[in-house]
């Protein structure tokens, strides 16, 4: 790979005149061109569109057009290419005859639309998904679709009487996913209600930050006996009886309620599910905590569980190794693991503690809940290859030189605002983490031009995020251009070779 990337900027030039077809063949011939040739191979079957007067004169699966108005007379739309099977639309406005031309698309499956203030009717255009962003839909209709599968809303906060008339006139017989993400608008429940009894075949259904009552998730009960899939994030509205009738839910295997205003009395009925997934955060109005008995009861029942984020008021006044050792102990299937804190007050950290054994454990999060160099020395996570310690005061060196040791794998760490994060901690990073791609420094404002000249040009890491770390106005910032050989500046935040990234 070395080899390959001593002859960029000579590889960059060639691969232009290449056609996707022969990128294609290039990148098979190993691991090495493989990783080469990728951001090239999604440059060409993906295009932006910069103006209404670009003509698209190739090829693409991908295409983002982004105007003003969108007239089917434009260049842009009249020259799509009949393999677009993925179309992102944003405008002000749309002519109806747009949807129109993109019925002749027989390759067409997804659709995007991201419109403001506008007048929005969507036919049966042979669409597999489509997803509306619209923050103010003035006049809101979407024809029944024969073959749409999935469904979503989002950014909402337009007409509600439109978009509820929508969802009761709306069928799908083959509609396996629906969302709809408000900005805490109060939701009429008849529409919904109306809705879920017509598709009983879904399987996944996001409800986010709506003004929803209880009734609604008891109808989603009742009339989608498939459902596997549930977030009812920002909903605070809902009350504990909403959690009964999700416990009744007999295939609910994904389950988001963080910020809602449900208690841990009301958790107690999910004790009998089968959950892999659950996310959720504490009343605001009451002051848990993660270490007391009863809330460590409920989430131990769900032993199935292989991904959980627990974000609550406090973790009280005991070092977060303590909420670890549970999670280990007590879920030995958890692959994703997030814990944050809102309000951290902890004691000192013992120079030594038991083992921390994570044997499936790809991802972890720790937002704010007093990372210390010796939890990172007691954890054992040989899978994990994403790991974020937000703001951590307490982690140097020594607490890198020891992930580098128990976590062998990792690929994307962010240890963003670490307060003793310096040249030393890069110097592992480079030297020991030797499967590192991905390393967030934003604010660690200890760490030296130098350093960094060191991590770039001697490593392998293909994005490293350096926000904050200098000035934007500093003219030091030059000098990051200079040691990045093959690099160019895109804009003010970024700089790159076209593989790798810089953010500044």
């Avoid at 440059?43 to 209404?52: G, H, Q, R």
Wanted: charged share 25%; proline share 3%.
């Amino acid at each position: 790979m070395n080899d390959l990337l001593s002859y960029y900027p000579v590889l960059v030039n060639l691969f232009k005149y290449l056609s996707h077809r022969e990128l294609k063949s290039l990148s098979s011939v190993s691991k090495d061109w493989w990783e080469v040739t990728s951001p090239f191979l999604e440059t060409i079957s993906k295009l932006v569109v910069p103006n209404s007067s670009h003509k698209i004169q190739r090829n693409y699966n991908y295409i983002e057009i982004n105007q003003d108005h969108i007239d089917i007379k434009d260049n842009s739309i009249g020259s799509l290419p009949g393999t677009v099977s993925k179309l992102c639309l944003t405008s002000d406005t749309t002519s109806p005859e747009v949807f129109d031309h993109l019925k002749k698309m027989k390759k067409l499956k997804h659709l995007t639309l991201t419109i403001d203030c506008v007048d929005v009717c969507v036919g049966d255009i042979g669409l597999e998904t489509l997803h509306i962003k619209s923050p103010m839909i003035l006049n809101f209709a979407i024809q029944n679709q024969n073959t749409l599968k999935k469904l979503h809303i989002s950014n909402f906060f337009g007409c509600v009487g439109e978009a509820d008339n929508c969802l009761r006139n709306f069928k799908s017989d083959v509609l396996e996913g629906f969302g709809l993400n408000g900005v805490l608008i109060l939701f009429p429940n008849e529409g919904l209600n109306t809705f879920f009894s017509k598709h009983t075949l879904l399987k996944s259904c996001f409800l986010n930050y709506l003004s929803i009552q209880d009734d609604v998730i008891a109808s989603l009960q009742q009339n989608c006996p498939l459902l596997e899939t549930l977030s009812l994030k920002g909903c605070f509205n809902l009350s504990d009886h909403s959690l009964l009738e999700v416990s009744r839910m007999k295939k609910i295997k994904v389950l988001n309620i963080l910020n809602t205003c449900v208690t841990f009395e009301g958790l107690r009925h999910l004790a009998s599910t089968d959950l892999n997934s659950f996310k959720v955060s504490s009343n605001f109005d009451q002051a848990q905590d993660f270490n007391e008995p009863q809330v460590q009861e409920v989430i131990k029942d769900m032993g199935n569980l292989t991904v959980l984020v627990v974000k609550f008021n406090r973790f009280g006044d005991e070092d977060p190794y303590n909420a670890m050792q549970f999670v280990a102990d007590h879920l030995p299937e958890m692959e994703e693991l997030e814990l944050s804190v809102f309000s951290a007050h902890f004691k000192d950290c013992p120079d030594s503690l038991p083992d921390l054994d994570f044997k499936n454990l790809v991802s972890l999060k720790l937002h704010y809940i007093g990372v210390t160099n010796t939890l990172l020395r007691s954890l054992r996570a040989p899978k994990l290859k994403f790991l974020t310690i937000k703001d951590t005061k307490k982690v140097n060196y020594l607490g890198f030189k020891d992930l580098a040791k128990n976590c062998p794998v990792l690929k994307h760490l962010d240890v963003s605002g670490g307060k003793k994060v310096d040249d030393d901690c890069i110097d592992i990073c480079r030297r020991k983490m030797k499967n590192l791609e991905n390393l967030n420094l934003s604010f660690c404002r200890k760490v030296t031009i130098e350093s960094l000249r060191f991590l770039v040009t001697e490593s392998k890491i293909y994005i490293v995020n350096m926000a904050g770390v200098v000035n934007n106005e500093d003219s030091r910032i030059d000098e990051i251009v200079e040691f990045t050989e093959g690099f160019t500046r895109i804009n003010s935040d970024l700089i790159s070779n076209g593989m790798r990234q810089i953010f500044i």
